[in-house]
Each structure stands twice: as structure tokens, then as C-alpha cells.
């Protein structure tokens, strides 16, 4: 044995091949994560996108909000038909659910004797929104001032 404590050529060359390998496998290990994760990711999304774009049935025929201002910032009540009642006129149940959400305070926080006249609009998920009609925006013009559009079922 030799007294010289460097390694061979051959055997630093087998060390950095060792070591070169190791390097390439965990690199591509890593980059395996970072793609399925990527790909994990994107399927969330596409799917979050999907719901808020087409919500489900229940959600486009039972819920509305029902808005204390006509502002989609403003404090609001969501109402939820219960899966017993009949689907009959969606609009109209959703006025009858508002109303009776904002004589009992839960709207606005007051309660009041009666309900102020609603607005419906629709947004893109085909949900409902309703706005109360307490002056300066002409009903005409509600949807537009808050950027949904008028109902286009009544079903």
C-alpha cells in the first residue's frame, strides 16, 4: 500500500460517474414532481373554472343572493329552496325568498315592515342575484350597473 492518500484515476473517474448519475436520476425524479404537480394543478383549476362557469343544476334553479345595495360588494343573504319544493317559476321564488330575508334583518342587519321591490340578474354561472330598488339606479339598468345580465330562464 502506498502511503499517498490520492485516489487513482480510474477511480475518481468511477466516483464521478457514480456521482454524475445520482445527480441526473434525482434531477429527473424532481422533475417529475414539478410536472405532475403542474398537471395536479391545472386540473384544480380547469375544474374550479368549469364549476364557476357552469354550476350545477341545483345551484342555477334554488339559490339566489339576495343584496342589501345595488352593489355586488354590498352585505348580502344567500336563500336556498329546499330540494322538496317543486321548481316552478325560479324568479319568483327567488323575489318571495329575498323578501322575506330582508323583513326578517337578515339582509341588511334591520329589520323592516316591508320588503323594498328586486331586481333580478343573473350571473355566469346561472345563478341568481337580487338587488333592491332603493333609488339612484333605474331597474332598467341594475344588471349592467354591477355587470351580470337579466335572467334569460324562467323555468
Same mark, same amino acid.
Given at each position: 500500500?502506498?502511503?499517498?492518500?490520492?485516489? !487513482?484515476?480510474?477511480?475518481?473517474?468511477?466516483? &464521478? #460517474?457514480?456521482?454524475?448519475?445520482?445527480?441526473?436520476?434525482?434531477?429527473?425524479?424532481?422533475?417529475?414532481?414539478?410536472? /405532475?404537480?403542474?398537471?395536479?394543478?391545472?386540473?384544480?383549476?380547469?375544474?374550479?373554472?368549469?364549476?364557476?362557469?357552469?354550476?350545477? &343544476?341545483?345551484?342555477?334553479?334554488?339559490?339566489?343572493?339576495?343584496?342589501?345595495?345595488?352593489? #355586488?360588494?354590498?352585505?348580502?343573504?344567500?336563500?336556498?329552496?329546499?330540494? =322538496?319544493? =317543486?321548481?316552478?317559476?325560479?324568479?319568483? /321564488?327567488?323575489? !318571495?325568498?329575498?323578501?322575506?330575508?330582508?323583513?326578517?334583518?337578515?339582509?341588511?342587519?334591520?329589520?323592516?315592515?316591508?320588503?323594498?321591490?328586486?331586481?333580478?340578474? &343573473?350571473?355566469?354561472?346561472? !345563478?341568481?342575484?337580487?338587488?333592491?330598488?332603493?333609488?339612484?339606479?333605474?331597474?332598467?339598468?341594475?344588471?349592467? !350597473?354591477?355587470?351580470?345580465?337579466?335572467? #334569460?330562464?324562467?323555468?
Amino acid at each position: 500500500m502506498s502511503d499517498d492518500p490520492r485516489l !487513482s484515476p480510474e477511480r475518481r473517474a468511477a466516483m &464521478q #460517474t457514480w456521482l454524475s448519475r445520482r445527480i441526473d436520476a434525482r434531477r429527473r425524479r424532481r422533475r417529475g414532481f414539478v410536472i /405532475a404537480g403542474a398537471v395536479g394543478g391545472g386540473v384544480a383549476v380547469l375544474g374550479l373554472a368549469a364549476w364557476i362557469v357552469v354550476a350545477p &343544476q341545483e345551484v342555477q334553479e334554488r339559490w339566489v343572493d339576495c343584496y342589501a345595495a345595488v352593489d #355586488t360588494d354590498a352585505a348580502f343573504a344567500t336563500a336556498v329552496r329546499s330540494n =322538496a319544493d =317543486a321548481i316552478d317559476d325560479r324568479t319568483a /321564488a327567488a323575489l !318571495s325568498a329575498c323578501g322575506e330575508l330582508w323583513k326578517h334583518g337578515l339582509v341588511d342587519g334591520v329589520e323592516h315592515v316591508t320588503a323594498p321591490e328586486f331586481v333580478l340578474c &343573473q350571473r355566469t354561472d346561472r !345563478s341568481l342575484a337580487a338587488f333592491p330598488l332603493l333609488g339612484g339606479v333605474a331597474a332598467g339598468e341594475v344588471c349592467t !350597473s354591477v355587470g351580470l345580465t337579466p335572467p #334569460t330562464r324562467t323555468d
